[in-house]
């Protein structure tokens, strides 16, 4: 294994480590925006990039419970559904072992089952995923937009309506990015080469 | 290009394929009949010759057009997913989970208005269906949108699945609409016209759907948490936006069995063009964005939406239309065409297409639209298009089937009846409807004025002759379908067919 892979395969736990350290703790979660979409977001990106640690014989079973990603897939959904809702977040600054729960679910129960299911849906799970994921960000956009009330203690609502914003540009930006892909970019719908390496 | 033999082999119902399909026709054939008795009903008591008390009106109406718009999109996905099969690998499972999900949503529909007693049309348009004034409750309407979310989520997976075939042969969207000979280049040939508009739909009501998925749920959050009110325009924008594509896509999932069908019943190939091409390129980008149409009326709208809405609609109707009509026309010119019910149909539906649409742009018109849009003229276009229109184009395709398991097409005495009877209740159903909106009766209306039900009663008349030519189709088609193929039906040369 070379230094580069050795780094590579190490980037989630250096990561999380780095998420973890107070003062950037503290900066990632001074707005509700920076929480929600920058640092909840990183935490995943940690579960991903813990895959190589992941035994295969853990893999192994876990793939005969994860026909087609399905079930992997619907695990990240309702772990991305608890970390949406501004009470968790409001907590998880508030309440120590919120934080620690937070800490730890979003890699383990969001970001691992996205890694290990991905590779193993198809395009129509995919394309499910995908529509909901969009969906989800224009629903949510348009929820802390209208809401007549700060939602978190910790938050003021101006710093709310710009979270709000912000989930609308991207529920925009993967429509005109799925769109633009399926229409004239490649698509692999068997997975194969993904698969392949699953 | 479309195959000119009658009954080919790739189109062939075997197994699991024959049942579901099946499941698809006879359902939709029976819902139709019921719909339409719904339909005759509010026809009768607007005549005043039945009475049914107004809220019991609301709810037939919110019944009537949630089931006949989902009927619609259940028969003709069934129209795509047999031609579009010959061209690329569909899954079975996607077809029947289409199935299956529409049912559980048509469930929770059904119960929501007929034991929930909702009343707010198929529209839903906010903030109506949490003010029920005491004649329906909240969770009623969620019970509603929870129904149309099922309906939405089994079309998505069709879709998806339609559209990873699609992109399997061709490489991705845009060259399956055929992008790439829109300015040059030999067109090949062979290129499907059932993929391309397979393609368009898929585009198309696939962003509907995702609008729908978003209204849809915040209309729930708004049910659970009435803190969070909604802004009622974006809401109706994104109603109209989903509801628009949807009930439009069945127009041109339906078309397909034109494209298909006609030049086995002509006998004459029906090539793919340029012009094709472009239509439908046009039609996929001018369909997503000519929903403003619809709020018209809504002085809040920004202006410049009315402007697109207005501009779109005179282009966006046309392009498909007037190759398809065209090509049909040139097509039949001068082919000997054996005049069979298959045949008849596609005709039919050409017609009703091309006559339907006619009021729609007029009613498209901000200065039409003012003094139109809340009168009978609208459920005079709509009705038109669909009923003499997709309709006559989804039965031809059901004609054409009961005719593989004969090996002939359809053409008994009874047929040769039902058909004029259909064509001449349609028309005097239609055209009641249109002349009503030309002397401003009101649409959506339990109760008219005496001087109102002149209209009514011709329409009422042509309604039952339409009840009972369908009822005579539902049962016709539904026993030729489950009538066991003859040997050797597959592969009757057009000649053979035509006689």
Request: proline share 5%.
């Amino acid at each position: 294994m070379t230094r580069l892979q050795t780094v590579v395969r190490w980037a989630g736990p250096i990561l999380w480590l780095t998420l973890a350290l107070p003062p950037v703790r503290h900066a990632l979660e001074s707005t509700l925006t920076l929480q929600m979409l920058v640092q909840i977001p990183l935490l995943a990106l940690v579960g991903w990039w813990l895959r190589p640690f992941l035994p295969d014989r853990a893999v192994k079973v876990l793939n005969a419970w994860n026909r087609g990603g399905i079930s992997g897939l619907l695990l990240a959904s309702f772990a991305a559904m608890i970390w949406m809702l501004p009470r968790t977040m409001d907590s998880a600054l508030n309440v120590p072992w919120v934080e620690l729960a937070k800490f730890t679910s979003v890699p383990v129960l969001l970001g691992l089952p996205l890694a290990v299911s991905w590779p193993r849906a198809g395009f129509v799970v995919r394309g499910v995923f995908l529509v909901e994921a969009t969906a989800t960000a224009f629903r949510l956009g348009w929820l802390y937009l209208v809401s007549p009330q700060r939602l978190c203690s910790n938050y003021l609502l101006g710093d709310q309506q710009l979270a709000g914003n912000a989930l609308l540009a991207i529920g925009a930006a993967m429509s005109l990015l799925l769109a633009w892909k399926l229409m004239w970019g490649h698509v692999d719908v068997d997975g194969s080469h993904r698969r392949s390496h699953a | 290009m479309a195959s000119l033999t009658m009954y080919p082999d790739d189109e062939r119902l075997a197994g699991g394929e024959r049942i579901a399909f099946n499941l698809y026709i006879v359902t939709a054939v029976a819902l139709f009949v019921l719909m339409m008795l719904l339909g005759l009903t509010m026809r009768m008591t607007q005549a005043k010759w039945l009475t049914v008390q107004s809220p019991l009106f609301y709810q037939l109406l919110s019944m009537h057009g949630a089931g006949m718009v989902g009927t619609m999109a259940l028969v003709t996905t069934a129209v795509m997913w047999f031609f579009l099969r010959k061209y690329v690998q569909l899954h079975l499972w996607a077809f029947v989970a289409n199935y299956v999900l529409f049912m559980l949503g048509a469930l929770c529909i059904i119960a929501s208005i007929f034991v929930g007693r909702y009343g707010a049309l198929w529209t839903f348009l906010y903030p109506l269906p949490v003010r029920g004034f005491g004649l329906w409750t909240s969770n009623t309407s969620a019970l509603f949108m929870v129904g149309y979310l099922l309906i939405g989520v089994g079309s998505l997976l069709f879709y998806l699945d339609a559209a990873a075939g699609i992109i399997k042969v061709h490489g991705n969207l845009g060259r399956a609409l055929g992008l790439q000979w829109l300015f040059g280049g030999k067109i090949d040939p062979d290129h499907p016209k059932a993929v391309v508009a397979s393609t368009q739909v898929i585009i198309s009501n696939s962003l509907g759907i995702l609008a729908g998925a978003v209204v849809l749920v915040m209309s729930l959050v708004n049910i659970f948490f009435p803190t969070v009110v909604l802004n009622a325009l974006l809401a109706k924008n994104l109603i109209y936006w989903f509801g628009h594509q949807y009930i439009n896509a069945t127009i041109y999932m339906g078309v397909i069995a034109v494209y298909e069908l006609l030049p086995r019943y002509t006998g004459k190939p029906y090539p793919i063009s340029r012009p094709f091409l472009w239509s439908w390129a046009a039609s996929t980008l001018f369909v997503i964005v000519v929903y403003p149409h619809h709020l018209l009326m809504d002085f809040a709208q920004p202006r410049w939406l009315a402007v697109i809405g207005q501009m779109v609609s005179w282009g966006a109707g046309f392009p498909v239309f007037l190759v398809t009509v065209f090509g049909a026309l040139t097509n039949l010119h001068r082919s000997g065409i054996r005049w069979t019910m298959p045949s008849r149909l596609l005709i039919l539906s050409m017609f009703g297409w091309a006559a339907g649409i006619v009021p729609a742009i007029l009613d498209g018109t901000i200065r039409n639209n003012l003094v139109m849009h809340n009168t009978q003229w609208v459920p005079g276009h709509f009705h038109f298009y669909l009923l003499l229109g997709v309709l006559a184009m989804a039965m031809a395709l059901m004609y054409h089937v009961i005719g593989s398991r004969v090996s002939a097409p359809p053409n008994s005495s009874a047929d040769k009846l039902g058909f004029p009877l259909y064509l001449a209740g349609g028309l005097i159903f239609t055209y009641a409807f249109l002349d009503a909106g030309r002397l401003s009766v009101p649409r959506r209306m339990a109760e008219h004025l005496d001087s109102w039900t002149f209209t009514d009663k011709v329409g009422s008349i042509g309604a039952i002759l339409v009840v009972l030519a369908m009822l005579y189709f539902a049962i016709r088609i539904s026993a030729g379908l489950l009538k066991q193929p003859s040997a050797g039906a597959a592969g009757v040369s057009t000649a053979d067919a035509a006689g």
